[in-house]
């Protein structure tokens, strides 16, 4: 094969994230929502998420397929639309695990990741229950700070995500992936073990030999694998591409807010496992 | 009879807090704010004198640098005001964005704690900002402390609350004694209004003023000049409150 990063179809992609895996996922403009779907499709289970730094409609919609076991988080909600449905009942009912966060908390573990040091201090947080929920959490004294006058600080432990999964606008044939104003889909990439990425393009000229593209684009060397989506965001938007699909939302947000309604959107939608829909 | 909105006036109120800063960032969900520190940079001399970020704006002058780049400016204290809410906020300046009962949200699930445990801390003038102003929402203690009012002596805090902007009131953080103090009622509240929707103890002089409406050359900016550039991120809030129908969206 001539392009070996180049995956045949967002299926494959979605095959090779395995169950129970850290799964590191972008809230901004860079989300993988083909992919999520063939997740669900392919019956994905026990996914750790970490939503980096929060999420919306993606965590939404792999929590209410059951594809979660884990989520660690500073906040899910479908933002205009209120509160994210299916989120708000597993975390009620204990169905997923909730490891709650705080946005720069997750952006400083991911950067240590990417650092590849086990641990980094942040400001802040000292007060708050977050530190009583989290008690993988520290406060430790800064080890500088002067003799007589201890200064509390919280160390956090690194993340380092099994994998990443963002959607770009687009990508080259070696594998290097365009990501435009999104700097931090660099950090997660570099943090992650591996790093799937869906594109609305696939070109032909190199990315890294292009002066204005190269500093905004992620070498093929952080990237394990990337499949051609048009839309691939869909219904959430893509700068440069298409608006988001609010109405789609919102009507999802209107049937989950039963779990019967939920189910019936869901297989109306395919969003099933393939196993179960045969 | 009033020829402004109630949003206007919180508006007005919000963009006096301002007054001063020179680097202004605004969350999400927050068009009021939003609005507010516009106005504040309109009335410091604009773009060259104060910065805005705006975030979701993809206008290019509100766009802000990233989530992680906002996040070191408050830590290095390049940030000078920021905006938090709360479902529930507590006399002591306590606020809960994440849930009602036991941990992790037995009674009542929200949807988590965003960047508030870390910017409540390293912002100097943090402006809650609660349009509900009620004993269900102005609480005696917080469920859960998403954000702590105040610290230890010992714990570096440069930021913390600064003010309490509400439908019926503003109230200032006194943060020697740790409370609120009333500071305005807005027209048709009162002392008592305030106190009978209050679920926690605050200072109040003997006489509250009523705090002043926007004047006639405000109202004009806000809905000339402002409502434009805030109907990027909330086309919606510009076409319903404001009157401002950006493209592709319909005004009421």
């Given at each position: 094969m001539a392009d070996p990063k180049i995956l045949p179809d967002v299926e494959t992609l979605a095959a090779r994230?395995?169950?129970?895996a850290k799964l590191a996922i972008f809230k901004?403009?860079?989300?993988a929502m083909e992919a999520t779907r063939a997740l669900i499709r392919r019956g994905a289970r026990g996914l750790h998420i970490v939503t980096v730094p929060t999420s919306a409609f993606q965590a939404e919609l792999l929590i209410a397929a059951g594809c979660v076991g884990t989520i660690e988080t500073s906040g899910v909600t479908m933002w205009e639309?209120?509160?994210a449905p299916a989120f708000v009942r597993a975390v009620k009912t204990g169905a997923v695990r909730i490891l709650d966060s705080t946005c720069p908390a997750i952006y400083s573990q991911i950067q240590a990741g990417e650092k590849g040091i086990p641990f980094i201090p942040i400001r802040g947080?000292?007060?708050?229950?977050l530190l009583t929920v989290r008690d993988d959490y520290k406060v430790i004294d800064n080890?500088?700070?002067?003799?007589?006058a201890p200064d509390p600080i919280v160390a956090l432990p690194a993340i380092r995500p099994d994998v990443a999964l963002f959607h770009a606008p687009r990508a080259d044939r070696a594998g290097n992936v365009f990501i435009g104003g999104q700097t931090e889909l660099k950090t997660i990439a570099h943090a992650a073990h591996k790093s799937y990425v869906t594109v609305e393009e696939i070109v032909e000229?190199?990315?890294?030999?292009?002066e204005t593209a190269g500093g905004v684009t992620i070498p093929a060397?952080?990237?394990t694998g990337v499949a051609h989506a048009p839309k691939g965001a869909w219904p959430l938007p893509m700068p440069g591409y298409y608006p988001g699909d609010t109405d789609y939302v919102a009507q999802y947000c209107q049937a989950a807010r039963s779990e019967e309604g939920l189910a019936q959107w869901l297989a109306s939608e395919g969003l099933v496992p393939r196993a179960a829909a045969e | 009879m009033s020829d402004y909105r109630t949003e206007e006036l919180l508006i007005e109120v919000i963009a006096r807090l301002l007054d001063g800063v020179e680097n202004i960032a605004v969350g999400v969900l927050s068009p009021i704010p939003g609005s507010a520190s516009i106005l504040a940079q309109s009335r410091a001399g604009g773009p060259g004198k104060v910065r805005v970020s705006v975030i979701g704006a993809k206008l290019p002058g509100y766009r802000t640098d990233g989530g992680v780049d906002l996040f070191d400016q408050a830590a290095q204290g390049r940030l000078g005001a920021f905006f938090l809410s709360g479902g529930q906020i507590d006399g002591a300046g306590n606020i809960n964005l994440l849930g009602v009962g036991?941990?992790?949200?037995?009674?009542a699930r929200w949807s988590g704690s965003f960047g508030s445990a870390f910017l409540y801390s390293l912002v100097p003038r943090v402006i809650l900002f609660r349009e509900e102003h009620t004993p269900r929402t102005l609480?005696?203690?917080?469920?859960?402390?998403?954000?702590?009012?105040s610290n230890e002596p010992?714990?570096?805090?440069?930021?913390?609350?600064h003010a309490l902007v509400t439908n019926r009131c503003l109230f200032m953080f006194d943060k020697a004694r740790g409370r609120f103090r009333l500071e305005s009622v807005h027209p048709g509240e009162s002392i008592d209004s305030v106190r009978e929707n209050t679920g926690f103890e605050f200072d109040c002089p003997a006489e509250v003023p009523e705090t002043p409406a926007p004047d006639a050359a405000t109202l004009k900016t806000i809905r000339r000049d402002i409502a434009p550039l805030i109907a990027d991120p909330y086309p919606k809030f510009a076409a319903e409150v404001l009157g401002y129908a950006a493209p592709g969206h319909a005004a009421e």
């Open positions: 994230i395995p169950d129970g901004d403009n860079g989300v639309l209120g509160q947080l000292i007060g708050s229950d080890p500088f700070g002067p003799d007589d000229d190199s990315l890294m030999e292009d060397m952080y990237i | 036991d941990y992790p949200g037995s009674e609480v005696d203690k917080v469920d859960f402390i998403s954000a702590a009012g010992n714990v570096y805090r440069p930021g913390g609350p």
